[in-house]
Every structure is written in structure tokens, then in C-alpha cells.
């Protein structure tokens, strides 16, 4: 079949959104690292919407920091994909042609410090993962053992993480005269602008203190919290658009209605109107960002391990499970407590409407691609709610077994005996410490002693380690649902 190109737009049916610009006028004012599909669902449409507004200047050149699958499903495009809302029988697509140029980062890390210093360049923003910072889970230091951070804290000629193509980008537009960048982090790590500007002014002053001592000065990392489900495309989801829109669109993404965007206000230089295009700029984004962190990402993380555990494949059937729904109720119950919510934000509000996004079952978000890489995730979703209430002398019956939940998991098998890749970084060194181990309380014991995951303050507390492995060794002898249910029933 056809694809969907500039060419084949006039094909489309009526009722599909296509882009409300001439995309021969617009400039490349965004360049993205990440070029995945939670961007493509999300910044890529707030800046396709400026587009639409008429502001030409944001137009974005994606960066993919491994692979090149987005690249060969955009370029043969155009840069062009469907955007698919689903919600129950709802189905909306439009059509995002926002993105101008999608480059491999490890074929031509030139050309994409070249975009970051190009004169037209205005923001950056990121979806690398937790894991793409290459930032310590613990203490939040540039993990300077990568062989990758190594080979960029020696040189700069060819960069390979995000903090080193940053840093390179920023030198050249200091030697060009031009001015700063404003660099968004829109990735799932506390206090993300300050984890992002470390990471980069870490690479530029082992090169150059004067340029660090230039981006700390001038150039803006603004804390951002961003909110959308995006489950993986699937095959089916591809022949399904292909057979209502008659093209075929390698680079088709799906996602739900609801998207939230809430930046810090600190920009260093021309952005877009964001107010206008729905985005909350605020002086105080913590608090939005540990409501999504705890309640969202959370209660998503313990679903998937709990869920995956019992053999459901979707967030939506663990939702149903009327077991795991207060089980979820009882997380969400330890996780508010900790929270000091903004104005305007009403946690028992958002915990309804959490609760219906979750059950959204035309999503088919699957519970395996949440579970990848948790321990990049536990201590922003779990540990960090887990410690707030241990300093505040309350119990963390349903925060312990959403980790120990993590833990059963990394034994590679669910309890109906279908395996299962534990798709982590540190998946080789969980392996290590549960093989062979047969007696669960060893188990337990031998990941609690995981650095990287778990810090010293917990793995030393008993008033944190004693319910986690209870919870690890009922998990283990009575499964999933079980273990649920009883903490479940605990007032």
C-alpha cells in the first residue's frame, strides 16, 4: 500500500485532520532528543498547534540517540504521522507535521550539533528515559563509569549521550557569539531541570570551566511536569489506520484524550505561546510533578509488576480486577499523604479521573511496557513516597509491596509459569542476585542490597525493609492477588 507522504495527503478521508499550515514556510526552532513516541504524541502536537496558530518557528528536528526505526518510518513520510485519540468508541486522527528532519545521533552526531547550534535553534527538549541521563537512581551524579559518559568526558568530536551532544551544542553557539538555549527535560525524573543542568555543566567544565560558568549563567533549564498515556503501536494498530485512511503510516501513534503540560517559568529566549496553547508556565512545578510521580506513575508501576505477575497483559484488566482497584486505592491512600498539592489541584478529583484513564480500554496499554527499566523508576514513583512517610512515623503496607511486587518480578516469570524479559539496565545484576537463591527471604534481602535502586537510609531501616520483604515473601508464596487483597483489607 501507499504511504502517507506530503504527496498523499489528498487521499485522506474527510473526517482526518490534516496539518492548517504551509509546511514549506516553517523553521526548525526545536530540536528534540528522544524523537520517540510519548514526544510525537505530546511536544510534537503543542508545537504542530503553534504551527496551526501561525507562528512558523516551531517547526522541530528530531534526534534519535540509538536507533533508527523513527528515522526510516518519518523520512520516506515526510515527517509526517497519524495522530490517534482513542477513548471507548471515541476515534480521532490528525495528522502532525510538525517534525522537518529526524537524524540517527550515532550516524551523524555532527549534523545534530550542528541543529543545537544553529541560529534558529530556540528550545530542546527531551524524552531520553530516566535512564538516558545517565544519572546514578540514588545519588543523582553523572555515572562517569559508562563507557559512553567516559568517552564524552574525554572528548566532545563525537558525542553519544544526551548530556555530551547538550554540552557540544552549547560550546559552538558560545564560539559563534549566539545566544543561550532553553532546555526542557519532559522525562519522568524529579526535579528534571536541575538533573539535566547538572549532567551538562558536569561534561562542559571537565572540557571547559568557561563554559560551564556561560550555561550555568545564561542558558535556562526549567523543571517541567507532562502527563499523556502512550501505549506501544502495535502491528494491528497500523493495518487498522491503514484500512480507514487508505495510505499506510509507519509512524502511526496512539494515546488518549487528556494531556497536561505544566513548565517552570525560566526560558532563555524566544518560546512559543504556550499559555495559549494550553500549557500551565508556573513558578512552582513540584508539586504537579510529585502528584503525577506518586499517584500516576505509581499506581502504573504497581499494576503493571502486580498485574503482569497475576498474567493480565493490560492496564485496563487490572483496573477491572476489582482486588487490584483497591489495592490501588489503598497506594493512592499512603501516596497522598505525602503530597502538598497546588491550588486548584483536588487529589480526589484526580484520583477519579486516574482511575477512568486506567480503564480506558481502547488504549491496550500493556502491563510490560510499563514494568521496563523499574529500577530507573522506583525511587521517583515509590521510594520517594516510601521515605516521606517513614520520616513522618506512618506505615507503607501498599508502597512496600508495589516494590516488592518489582522484586518478584525480576525472577523472569509470572505465576500462570509464562516467562518474561526483565527488560532493565540492571537486569543482569538482579539475575545475578536471585539465581540460585531458592528461599525468598534470601531473595529479598540480596535485592534490598541493589545501591543503585535502593539507598543506604532504606536498605538499613528495618521499619522499611521488614514490610517489603513480608510483602516479597507473600508475594512469593501466595501470588499477586492474594497479597493485594490483603493489604487491600488492612484499615
Same mark, same amino acid.
Given at each position: ?41 505530546? @511536544?510534537?502536537?503543542?508545537?504542530? $498547534? ?40 471515541? +476515534? ?8 522537518? @528532519?529526524?537524524?540517527?545521533? =550515532? ?64 560550546? @559552538? ?14 522525562? /519522568? ?7 539535566? $543542568? ?44 491503514? %484500512? ?42 513540584? =508539586? ?8 500516576? /506513575? ?32 489503598? +497506594? ?27 480503564? /480506558? ?86 535485592? +534490598? ?20 520483604? %513480608? ?21
Amino acid at each position: 500500500m501507499i504511504r502517507l507522504s506530503p504527496e498523499t495527503l489528498d487521499r485522506l478521508p474527510a473526517e482526518v485532520t490534516r496539518p492548517a499550515y504551509d509546511r514549506t514556510t516553517i523553521r526548525t526552532g526545536v530540536v528534540h532528543l528522544g524523537i520517540g513516541a510519548f514526544h510525537r504524541a505530546h @511536544q510534537a502536537d503543542v508545537f504542530d $498547534r503553534a504551527l496551526a496558530a501561525g507562528d512558523p518557528r516551531w517547526g522541530v528536528l528530531g534526534a534519535s540517540l540509538r536507533s533508527p526505526g523513527v528515522r526510516d518510518q518519518l523520512v520516506p513520510q515526510g515527517g509526517l504521522y497519524s495522530l490517534v485519540v482513542r477513548d471507548g468508541e471515541r +476515534l480521532e486522527t490528525r495528522i502532525v507535521g510538525a517534525v522537518r @528532519q529526524v537524524l540517527v545521533a =550515532p550516524e551523524r552526531p555532527s549534523a545534530v550539533v550542528a541543529a543545537l547550534a544553529a541560529p534558529e535553534t530556540h528550545l530542546v527538549t527531551l524524552t531520553v528515559t530516566e535512564k538516558g541521563y545517565r544519572l546514578d537512581p540514588a545519588s543523582g551524579a553523572l555515572i562517569e563509569s559508562d563507557p559512553e559518559v567516559a568517552a564524552d568526558l574525554s572528548s566532545l568530536a563525537a558525542p553519544r549521550t544526551a548530556p555530551g551532544f547538550l554540552a557540544a551544542g552549547l560550546a @559552538q553557539r558560545r564560539a559563534r557569539g549566539l545566544g543561550p538555549l532553553t532546555v526542557i527535560s519532559c522525562d /519522568n525524573l524529579p526535579h528534571n531541570g536541575a538533573r539535566v $543542568r547538572d549532567a551538562v555543566l558536569a561534561v562542559a567544565r571537565r572540557h571547559d570551566p568557561d563554559l560551564a560558568d556561560w550555561i550555568e549563567g545564561t542558558c535556562a533549564f526549567p523543571q517541567t511536569m507532562i502527563d499523556r498515556i502512550v501505549p506501544a503501536t502495535t502491528p494491528q494498530d497500523r493495518r487498522e489506520l491503514a %484500512a480507514r485512511l487508505g495510505v499506510d503510516d509507519h509512524g502511526v501513534i496512539k494515546t488518549e484524550p487528556f494531556t497536561q503540560w505544566v513548565i517552570e517559568d525560566r526560558f532563555a529566549g524566544p518560546r512559543p505561546d504556550f499559555e495559549g496553547l494550553g500549557v500551565q508556565i508556573t513558578s512552582a512545578v513540584g =508539586p504537579y510533578e510529585d502528584a503525577k510521580l506518586r499517584l500516576l /506513575n505509581g499506581a502504573h508501576s504497581a499494576m503493571a509488576y502486580l498485574g503482569g505477575l497475576a498474567g493480565l497483559g493490560f492496564v485496563h484488566q487490572v483496573a477491572a480486577d476489582p482486588v487490584f482497584s483497591v489495592f490501588v486505592e489503598r +497506594l493512592w491512600d499512603e501516596a497522598a499523604a505525602t503530597l502538598d498539592p497546588p491550588a486548584g489541584l483536588d487529589l480526589s478529583v484526580y484520583r477519579r479521573a486516574l482511575k477512568a484513564r486506567f480503564a /480506558n480500554a481502547a488504549l491496550e496499554h500493556r502491563t510490560h511496557q510499563i514494568a521496563m527499566d523499574g529500577s530507573q523508576k522506583l525511587p521517583q514513583r515509590l521510594l520517594a513516597g516510601a521515605v516521606t512517610r517513614l520520616d513522618r512515623g506512618l506505615p507503607i503496607a501498599a508502597l512496600a509491596l508495589a516494590v516488592a511486587a518489582w522484586m518478584r518480578w525480576q525472577d523472569g516469570v509470572d505465576e500462570t509459569g509464562a516467562a518474561h524479559v526483565v527488560d532493565d539496565p540492571l537486569a543482569a545484576e538482579t539475575a545475578r542476585l536471585v539465581a540460585h537463591t531458592p528461599d525468598p527471604l534470601e531473595r529479598a534481602a540480596a535485592l +534490598l542490597s541493589l545501591e543503585a535502586v535502593f539507598p543506604r537510609r532504606l536498605a538499613t531501616d528495618p521499619r522499611f525493609t521488614v514490610p517489603v520483604i %513480608a510483602a516479597y515473601v507473600r508475594l512469593s508464596q501466595s501470588g499477586a492477588r492474594a497479597a493485594a487483597s490483603f493489604v487491600g483489607s488492612l484499615s
